[in-house]
């Protein structure tokens, strides 16, 4: 008889072939990740399989006091290593070449292992005995085993909700939420779900997308770093996530609530009305993501995202004039919406401990007037009769336009904020359109309206070789929804340039249009320092007429100054935290309502009025009229306008005052500027 070789003796050749990817061998680098993914799950099954074989025997009840330690602390060990064969997974397999390659694994499934749903069974089995008729040393060891397992299924759960979210599964499931209840229907010992959330009635956790799914305890009154405990963002947008991200630094735990799914890649979102729009970042708010993410501009230009300096790279057309393009700005951004969205989810929540649950919608707030302790919870699209409680610390508030918060406020007995308002009785329209090459030697077309000239139009690439159009105008002047009737409207422009080039341009797709042009401004911290456990940002605090481009700036802006509010040693009220993110906006809001209180059709209790106000528009007129021609006011005016300055500048700057009131303006052109 021939003595086995370490070959033989593990079946080698046989092992080595059992590895089959579907992937095609042109496609040598994917094939070779799929191959990686087989691996890990036959590693993976067979380590399952030893476990499975210590804990057989110790059911059986043959195995002595020796026989059972040994045992127990094998199996604890092989669980540890299955949960390191997965983390093995996330930090080694590209996401992006997994989705390339899962639809080919037809209806298969991890949920279908045998072996899955008999560690399961025997653990829970092995616990209950256990706790019975064992001595204290074995109920340790049996526990250790325990928490091992559900180790293991945090982390399974973890790589599943970074892989796939919550879309189907490859057995036609339906992603995080199936696999999350699929495991409860195997363990039913789990504590509640990661967002600390009560369920009336039990269901399981809708968990679509998870960056850390542990099970986090209820808020116990402990806090974190600057004191926060629990905390809750609802709206996962732009505005959401920057603070998510900021506030996870100082608080235990972070969970987001997002209405909408997110998806893989990016597009427009029902619960984004804006993501069909133009979009701009400006340069302060380019400063402020850069402090917040580091890195992320340049991957954003990497992706494809445009920079362009402002008139350097665009036509500007102002009271009757283009402005010279000598004098161009530091760069600006004009990603599309969810092109940004995405490339910012993707940086706050890959690797952070923030918790997002999607597909739910907040129906109210918990707590009584000036003390907010949660919000109450329901499954969008489900029985809106059963709600979650979320107990938190601080709610906060990123939902947008559409706020609640006011009603939710009235609801509890509570006072609404004050509002401010200036209602434009503008609209505007967008659509997006393909061409070779941009107007003349331009990236674009900015004609700014005003009180004697309303018709507006924004002209900007976006990544994929798209350029965005947005033409505005008053109500009984709204750019139509038909696409040749839309190219018509820029006919109508002051200048022939922007129409010229449109209709040379390829549409896509019908133009999208848009009426929720009104400034408002809610004044929370106005409610009083005694006021608790709420905070308001972005456009559920101060929305700004969306023809301006400071939105995505604003929001930016907010999360920084929030930052800077938590960065010291003493733990700030909730109203002083108010307070900082309101003061980030005011610039926006002084420019927004300067620029909309001249305007025809303007209404609202924060329309600037009366002598002084005049007086204001007048000279702010002759600033305008001097910005095409005079590089120190131009200088001047843009970094007002881009947030890099208060608009108080314009006044109390001595070059500015000179110019503006002892200078002559230059001449006016028609003709296109060249640089």
């Given at each position: 008889?021939?003595?086995?070789?370490?070959?033989?003796?593990?079946?080698?050749?046989?092992?080595?072939?059992?590895?089959?990817?579907?992937?095609?061998?042109?496609?040598?680098?994917?094939?070779?990740?799929?191959?990686?993914?087989?691996?890990?799950?036959?590693?993976?099954?067979?380590?399952?399989?030893?476990?499975?074989?210590?804990?057989?025997?110790?059911?059986?009840?043959?195995?002595?006091?020796?026989?059972?330690?040994?045992?127990?602390?094998?199996?604890?060990?092989?669980?540890?290593?299955?949960?390191?064969?997965?983390?093995?997974?996330?930090?080694?397999?590209?996401?992006?070449?997994?989705?390339?390659?899962?639809?080919?694994?037809?209806?298969?499934?991890?949920?279908?292992?045998?072996?899955?749903?008999?560690?399961?069974?025997?653990?829970?089995?092995?616990?209950?005995?256990?706790?019975?008729?064992?001595?204290?040393?074995?109920?340790?060891?049996?526990?250790?085993?325990?928490?091992?397992?559900?180790?293991?299924?945090?982390?399974?759960?973890?790589?599943?909700?970074?892989?796939?979210?919550?879309?189907?599964?490859?057995?036609?499931?339906?992603?995080?939420?199936?696999?999350?209840?699929?495991?409860?229907?195997?363990?039913?010992?789990?504590?509640?779900?990661?967002?600390?959330?009560?369920?009336?009635?039990?269901?399981?956790?809708?968990?679509?997308?998870?960056?850390?799914?542990?099970?986090?305890?209820?808020?116990?009154?402990?806090?974190g770093r600057s004191g926060l405990g629990h905390v809750v963002v609802v709206g996962g947008s732009v505005a959401g996530l920057l603070t998510a991200h900021v506030l996870a630094g100082h608080a235990e735990r972070v969970t987001v609530l997002e209405r909408d799914q997110y998806e893989d890649a990016p597009g427009p979102r029902a619960g984004v009305p804006q993501s069909r729009h133009t979009h701009v970042l400006l340069t302060s708010g380019m400063n402020a993501l850069d402090e917040l993410l580091p890195g992320l501009l340049p991957a954003l230009v990497d992706s494809g995202a445009p920079r362009l300096a402002v008139p350097g790279d665009l036509g500007v057309w102002q009271a009757g004039q283009w402005i010279s393009r000598r004098n161009p700005s530091k760069p600006i951004m004009t990603p599309s919406r969810p092109f940004l969205e995405h490339h910012i989810r993707r940086r706050v929540l890959d690797g952070s401990r923030i918790h997002v649950r999607t597909g739910v919608e907040v129906a109210g707030l918990l707590g009584r007037p000036g003390h907010i302790t949660g919000v109450a919870v329901r499954d969008r699209g489900g029985d809106h009769h059963a709600r979650q409680e979320i107990e938190a610390d601080l709610v906060v508030d990123?939902?947008?336009?559409?706020?609640?918060?006011?009603?939710?406020?009235?609801?509890?007995?509570?006072?609404?904020?004050?509002?401010?308002?200036?209602?434009?009785?503008?609209?505007?329209?967008?659509?997006?359109?393909?061409?070779?090459?941009?107007?003349?030697?331009?990236?674009?077309?900015?004609?700014?309206?005003?009180?004697?000239?309303?018709?507006?139009?924004?002209?900007?690439?976006?990544?994929?070789?798209?350029?965005?159009?947005?033409?505005?105008?008053?109500?009984?002047?709204?750019?139509?929804?038909?696409?040749?009737?839309?190219?018509?409207?820029?006919?109508?422009?002051?200048?022939?340039?922007?129409?010229?080039?449109?209709?040379?341009?390829?549409?896509?797709?019908?133009?999208?249009?848009?009426?929720?042009?009104?400034?408002?401004?809610?004044?929370?911290?106005?409610?009083?320092?005694?006021?608790?456990?709420?905070?308001?940002?972005?456009?559920?605090?101060?929305?700004?007429?969306?023809?301006?481009?400071?939105?995505?700036?604003?929001?930016?802006?907010?999360?920084?100054?929030?930052?800077?509010?938590?960065?010291?040693?003493?733990?700030?009220?909730?109203?002083?935290?108010?307070?900082?993110?309101?003061?980030?906006?005011?610039?926006?809001?002084?420019?927004?309502?300067?620029?909309?209180?001249?305007?025809?059709?303007?209404?609202?209790?924060?329309?600037?009025?009366?002598?002084?106000?005049?007086?204001?528009?007048?000279?702010?007129?002759?600033?305008?009229?001097?910005?095409?021609?005079?590089?120190?006011?131009?200088?001047?005016?843009?970094?007002?306008?881009?947030?890099?300055?208060?608009?108080?500048?314009?006044?109390?700057?001595?070059?500015?005052?000179?110019?503006?009131?002892?200078?002559?303006?230059?001449?006016?052109?028609?003709?296109?500027?060249?640089?």
């Amino acid at each position: 008889m021939t003595s086995p070789t370490y070959a033989t003796y593990l079946h080698l050749d046989e092992l080595l072939t059992l590895q089959h990817p579907l992937t095609p061998v042109e496609q040598q680098d994917l094939r070779d990740s799929e191959r990686q993914f087989i691996v890990v799950h036959q590693a993976s099954e067979t380590l399952l399989s030893q476990v499975l074989v210590d804990l057989r025997h110790i059911d059986t009840g043959q195995c002595g006091q020796e026989c059972y330690a040994q045992r127990l602390e094998r199996a604890t060990r092989l669980v540890d290593s299955l949960e390191g064969q997965l983390t093995l997974l996330r930090h080694t397999l590209l996401r992006e070449e997994f989705m390339l390659f899962r639809d080919r694994f037809g209806t298969a499934s991890g949920l279908q292992s045998k072996q899955f749903h008999e560690l399961f069974g025997l653990v829970r089995q092995l616990v209950k005995r256990g706790a019975e008729d064992r001595p204290p040393a074995d109920s340790r060891r049996l526990t250790g085993l325990n928490d091992a397992v559900r180790r293991w299924r945090r982390t399974h759960l973890e790589l599943v909700g970074h892989m796939l979210g919550d879309q189907p599964g490859s057995a036609e499931t339906s992603g995080m939420r199936f696999l999350a209840a699929r495991l409860d229907d195997t363990s039913a010992d789990e504590p509640a779900g990661a967002d600390g959330a009560r369920v009336v009635p039990p269901r399981p956790a809708d968990t679509a997308h998870v960056t850390d799914s542990r099970p986090l305890p209820a808020p116990s009154g402990r806090s974190g770093r600057s004191g926060l405990g629990h905390v809750v963002v609802v709206g996962g947008s732009v505005a959401g996530l920057l603070t998510a991200h900021v506030l996870a630094g100082h608080a235990e735990r972070v969970t987001v609530l997002e209405r909408d799914q997110y998806e893989d890649a990016p597009g427009p979102r029902a619960g984004v009305p804006q993501s069909r729009h133009t979009h701009v970042l400006l340069t302060s708010g380019m400063n402020a993501l850069d402090e917040l993410l580091p890195g992320l501009l340049p991957a954003l230009v990497d992706s494809g995202a445009p920079r362009l300096a402002v008139p350097g790279d665009l036509g500007v057309w102002q009271a009757g004039q283009w402005i010279s393009r000598r004098n161009p700005s530091k760069p600006i951004m004009t990603p599309s919406r969810p092109f940004l969205e995405h490339h910012i989810r993707r940086r706050v929540l890959d690797g952070s401990r923030i918790h997002v649950r999607t597909g739910v919608e907040v129906a109210g707030l918990l707590g009584r007037p000036g003390h907010i302790t949660g919000v109450a919870v329901r499954d969008r699209g489900g029985d809106h009769h059963a709600r979650q409680e979320i107990e938190a610390d601080l709610v906060v508030d990123a939902t947008g336009r559409a706020s609640r918060t006011p009603a939710w406020l009235a609801e509890m007995g509570a006072l609404p904020p004050a509002e401010e308002l200036v209602e434009t009785g503008r609209a505007y329209a967008t659509c997006v359109f393909h061409a070779e090459d941009g107007p003349e030697d331009l990236s674009g077309f900015y004609i700014v309206p005003d009180a004697g000239q309303p018709l507006g139009a924004i002209i900007l690439p976006a990544e994929g070789d798209r350029w965005m159009v947005t033409l505005s105008g008053p109500r009984d002047q709204a750019p139509p929804g038909g696409t040749e009737d839309f190219i018509d409207f820029a006919g109508q422009l002051p200048h022939s340039a922007p129409h010229k080039w449109l209709s040379s341009a390829r549409p896509v797709g019908r133009p999208v249009g848009y009426r929720h042009t009104s400034n408002r401004r809610r004044r929370y911290d106005r409610l009083g320092r005694h006021h608790t456990g709420l905070l308001v940002v972005g456009d559920a605090l101060c929305a700004l007429n969306p023809v301006y481009g400071q939105g995505l700036s604003v929001a930016a802006l907010n999360a920084v100054a929030l930052g800077k509010a938590l960065a010291g040693d003493r733990t700030p009220s909730a109203n002083a935290l108010q307070r900082a993110v309101l003061r980030s906006s005011r610039s926006a809001w002084e420019v927004a309502t300067g620029a909309d209180s001249p305007m025809p059709g303007v209404a609202g209790n924060a329309v600037r009025s009366g002598p002084v106000a005049r007086l204001l528009t007048r000279y702010l007129d002759r600033v305008r009229d001097h910005v095409p021609h005079d590089p120190v006011v131009c200088s001047a005016n843009r970094d007002v306008l881009f947030l890099l300055a208060p608009p108080r500048t314009l006044v109390t700057s001595f070059k500015v005052l000179r110019r503006a009131l002892l200078s002559p303006p230059g001449p006016a052109s028609p003709d296109l500027p060249t640089p």
